[in-house]
């Protein structure tokens, strides 16, 4: 299912992306905290991803969503059509 693999760096961050079909992530699967309300926060208090990993617990549990906090923070990016790992 997956069509393409691609290494990005975004900031200081690498991590690879698959591109597959019908996938969209919006949110850290385990806080249930969608990336669009996330994100609003995070700039308000000018958090990094260490912020908002020891203020919302988002990236602390099982680290999947590390790759899109991270790119969200960096991009403004609240919605992704990518499997993203680091």
């Not at 790119?71 to 059509?81: D, I, R, S």
């Amino acid at each position: 299912m997956a069509s393409r693999r691609e290494h990005t760096t975004a900031s200081t961050a690498t991590y690879y992306a698959v591109t597959m079909t019908a996938i969209t992530i919006t949110r850290c699967v385990c806080q249930r905290m969608p990336f669009a309300t996330l994100l609003p926060l995070a700039r308000a208090r000018g958090w990094t991803l260490e912020d908002v990993m020891r203020e919302t617990g988002c990236g602390d549990q099982c680290g999947l969503c590390r790759p899109y906090l991270r790119e969200m923070l960096h991009a403004g990016t609240v919605e992704f059509h990518q499997v993203l790992w680091e």
